[in-house]
T-cell receptor, first 114, second 115 residues
């Protein structure tokens, strides 16, 4: 079955370190997204991509970067982790045809920055 | 500005009783609206969607929602709650012509189901 997987599922790191969260989907979807989920804020969009070599900033992109070198993967990098980036991160993907809003989500990566 | 407001952060019901999760939206255009469910330690899953066809939308697991333009509402209901319905529910909006990068998530309603 097609799926979307995130790794690691849990990570603890220190302030100032670089962290990369991986996202891999086998749906062959062109669209991929990264969200963070925090209590009281719901889900907020960090970065998204509509295809290979395409990346766009979302609502809360400061301190984060992504790259899209193939269809399957959209890694999220925190260049210099800050305590404010402690959160649960979700990757999602969707088909390109039609703007339906239907996203397929991974199970999340819980990041703690000490 | 476009927004989605979930009127209750937490709803508690008894098993077998009806569920009502409320969502209001504001939009300059005819929106597409969605409900997603998130079970503990899981990603979000689409429950149902409204895209300007029938105003009463049926979803998975017995849930349905009614789009009411006059009230700018898209409330989620289920006639009889099951223990497995305990989860967090998100109302989501997409403006007509908007890209998926412009999905607007409500802050979520946590549903508890008591035996």
């Amino acid at each position: 079955d097609a799926e979307i997987t995130q790794s690691p599922r849990h990570k603890i790191t220190e302030t100032g370190r670089q962290v990369t969260l991986a996202c891999h989907q086998t749906w062959n979807h062109n669209n991929m997204f990264w969200y963070r989920q925090d209590l009281g804020h719901g889900l907020r969009l960090i970065h998204y991509s509509y295809g290979v070599q395409d990346t766009n900033k979302g609502e809360v992109s400061d301190g984060y970067s992504v790259s899209r070198s193939n269809t399957e993967d959209l890694p999220l990098t925190l260049e210099s982790a800050a305590s404010s980036q402690t959160s649960v991160y979700f990757c999602a993907s969707s088909v390109a045809t039609g703007v339906t809003g239907e996203l397929f989500f991974g199970e999340g990566s819980r990041l703690t920055v000490l | 500005a476009q927004s989605v407001t979930q009127l209750d952060s937490h709803v508690s019901v008894s098993e077998g009783t009806p569920v009502l999760l409320r969502c209001n939206y504001s939009s300059s255009y005819s929106p597409s609206l969605f409900w997603y469910v998130q079970h503990p330690n899981k990603g979000l899953q689409l429950l149902l969607k409204y895209t300007s066809a029938a105003t009463l939308v049926k979803g998975i697991n017995g849930f349905e929602a009614e789009f009411k333009k006059s009230e700018t509402s898209f409330h989620l209901t289920k006639p009889s709650a099951h223990m497995s319905d305990a989860a967090e529910y998100f109302c989501v909006a997409l403006n007509y012509g908007g890209s998926q990068g412009n999905l607007i998530f409500g802050k979520g309603t946590k549903l508890s189901v008591k035996p």
